[in-house]
Every structure is written in C-alpha cells, then in structure tokens.
C-alpha cells in the first residue's frame, strides 16, 4: 500500500510540473468553436491581417468576472481587434455572465463568443489558468498571454502599441 501510494504521488508530481511547464500557443493553432447559435467558428473565419484577443473565461470565476468588466470597459480600444470569447460553460449562463460582466462587447461586429464543446481550446492554446487572455498580433504571433486579472490592461496596452 505504502509503494503504491509513493507512486501515485511522484505520478502527481510529474504531471504537475508538466502543467506548470506548459507554455501558450505562439501562434494560432487551428481549431473550431461554436457560436451561441451552434454554428461552427474556425480559425480559417477569422479575418487576415488583424489582431486577435482570445479571453478564456468560466461563468463561476470571480477572476473572470473582473477581466471580462476590464474588457467591456476598454471596447474602444479593442476595435482594431478580433475578440474571441471561449467558454467551457453551457449557452444560457455564457449569455447571463456577459450581460452582467461583458455588455459592452456584445453585437459588436468585431466580437464573437464561441462555445468550446469539443475542448480543444486548453490542448490547444495551453492556457494555465482562468482567466487566459491571448494577444496576437497581425501574422497571428503570439504578442502577450495573461493569466493575472490584476494585469489584463498590459493586453490593452500591447494592443494599442499594435496599431
């Protein structure tokens, strides 16, 4: 018992350093979310020569909640950006968490919020934590990853210095 516990945690160990090993995406990896309606989003629909911003966000997270209102603050200054929201989280809480966090972003032409019901987006964008926000620049390069709510204007910030 003791031998099969000692293995179970250096098991643990391994994987937690890979985790915390991982590092983003440098650049947009091909995927396909799903927009609120159920269609199909992938990444050969968005626009060339364009930033992106991706906000990887869950409805239950207080750190969500504060970086989606950082971000519907400054919509302004994601205009000359994609903005993609992704959510593990079911349609019906997706759209009550952006009306109360995220008003400013909704019907925006430049803005789309995908559902990833494949879950793809961590395999993929290899985000650490909730909430990840992906900055990429025109040729789709990583430019910033943020992860810390108390940090996402350094985002804005890169994105402004973008144009």
Do not use: W
């Amino acid at each position: 018992m003791k031998r099969s516990c000692t293995l179970i945690l250096l098991l643990l160990m391994i994987l937690s350093e890979f985790v915390a090993a991982q590092t983003p995406a440098p650049v947009v990896p091909d995927f396909t979310f799903y927009r609120l309606d159920g269609k199909p989003f992938s990444a050969k629909q968005m626009p060339a020569g364009k930033p992106s911003v991706f906000s990887f966000f869950d409805v239950t997270c207080s750190h969500c909640q504060t970086t989606m209102k950082l971000l519907s603050s400054h919509h302004a200054d994601l205009k000359s950006a994609g903005v993609y929201l992704i959510t593990l989280d079911q349609k019906d809480a997706a759209i009550k968490f952006l009306n109360l966090y995220g008003a400013n972003l909704l019907n925006k032409d430049n803005v789309v919020v995908l559902q990833d019901v494949k879950y793809e987006f961590i395999p993929k964008f290899r985000p650490l934590k909730y909430p990840s926000v992906f900055l990429y620049n025109k040729n789709r390069k990583l430019v910033v990853y943020e992860k810390d709510d108390k940090r996402m204007m350094d985002v804005i910030k890169k994105l402004k210095a973008l144009k």
